[in-house]
C-alpha cells in the first residue's frame, strides 16, 4: 500500500462515516435564537461534510449507517500517472445523545484496481471504530482506532492507530463553524510499525453557508487538505466532497486530486 492509497483511505472512511452520522437528527445543529420556531430552520436530510480526512468528534449511533466511495490520483515517486479508489461502510450502534455512541466501519481498498493498488477490489482492507458521545452546545468528543483488523495487503501496510477528537459546531449570524481538534499516533505521525512511537495534532475547520454546503481545510497529522463539501439533494442523504490532497507537497509527492461519495439511510 503506498503513499497515496494511505492518504485517500482516510477520506473513503469519512465518506462512509459521514453518511452515517448525517442521519442522526441535526447532529451538527446549533441552538435557536430566541422567537425562531424549529420548523423553520430544520435542517434537510443530508448534511455537508466536516473535515478531509481527520476523525471529528461526532458519530453515528444505533439505527443510522452509511456507505462510501472515493477515487484518487496518484502521482510521486514511488508511482506515476495512476488512479484508484476503494470503498466503505460505516454503521452505528448505542445512543450518543443519552449516552454513548459506537461506530464501526469497513474500509476496502483497490476499487479500480490500478498499478498503485496492490490487489484487487475487495482483497484489501481494514476496519475502524469509535466510542462518541454528544455535549451541550452542539459539540461532541470521540475516542476511536483505525486500521486494526487489517487483510489482504493491508496487513502489512500500517499498524493500528488510535486517536482523540473534539468537534464544536458555532453559529456565525446565518452561517456556522464546524472546529475539530484531536491527538492521535502512528498513521497520524507518520509512524506506520509497532516500533514507532509519536503524537501529532490533527484539525479541521468547516465553514457552512447553510446545512447543504461547507468549505473545508484540515491537516491530518501528515497532510494539508483542502475543499469543498455539498449535499446537492436536499431530501436526500447524499454527499459529494471535492479535495485538493497533500497541498504543500509533502514526503516528495505531488497535490493530488480526490473525490469521495456518500449515501446514508435508517434501519
Do not use: C
Not at 491527538?183 to 509497532?194: D, W
Request: zero cysteines.
Amino acid at each position: 500500500m503506498k503513499f497515496g492509497i494511505k492518504a485517500g483511505a482516510v477520506l473513503l472512511g469519512a465518506a462512509a462515516a459521514l453518511a452515517a452520522q448525517a442521519q442522526d437528527n441535526n447532529a451538527y445543529s446549533v441552538k435557536l435564537p430566541p422567537g425562531v420556531k424549529v420548523g423553520d430552520v430544520v435542517p434537510p436530510a443530508a448534511t455537508a461534510g466536516a473535515s478531509l480526512g481527520s476523525p471529528i468528534g461526532f458519530g453515528a449511533s444505533w439505527g443510522n449507517a452509511g456507505v462510501g466511495l472515493y477515487t484518487q490520483t496518484f502521482d510521486g515517486p514511488q508511482v506515476q500517472d495512476d488512479v484508484d479508489g476503494g470503498a466503505g461502510f460505516a454503521i452505528g450502534f448505542g445512543n450518543a445523545k443519552k449516552a454513548v455512541g459506537l461506530e464501526v466501519g469497513l474500509a476496502l481498498s483497490s476499487l479500480w484496481g490500478g498499478s498503485n493498488a496492490g490487489g484487487s477490489f475487495g482483497e484489501n482492507g481494514s476496519f475502524s471504530a469509535k466510542l462518541h458521545t454528544q455535549l451541550p452546545g452542539s459539540a461532541s468528543i470521540a475516542v476511536g482506532a483505525t486500521s486494526f483488523g487489517r487483510f489482504g495487503n493491508s496487513n502489512d501496510a500500517r499498524a493500528t492507530s488510535v486517536y482523540v477528537a473534539g468537534t464544536k459546531v458555532s453559529r456565525l449570524g446565518k452561517y456556522a463553524l464546524a472546529t475539530n481538534l484531536g491527538f492521535g499516533n502512528k498513521e497520524f505521525a507518520g509512524k506506520y510499525t509497532n516500533d514507532d512511537d509519536g503524537l501529532a495534532a490533527f484539525g479541521s475547520l468547516a465553514f457552512y453557508f447553510n446545512p447543504q454546503i461547507s468549505l473545508i481545510a484540515d491537516y491530518t497529522g501528515r497532510l494539508l487538505n483542502a475543499g469543498v463539501s455539498v449535499a446537492p439533494l436536499r431530501k436526500y442523504p447524499l454527499t459529494l466532497s471535492l479535495a485538493a490532497i497533500n497541498t504543500t507537497g509533502r514526503y516528495d509527492g505531488h497535490a493530488e486530486a480526490a473525490v469521495s461519495v456518500g449515501y446514508g439511510f435508517r434501519f
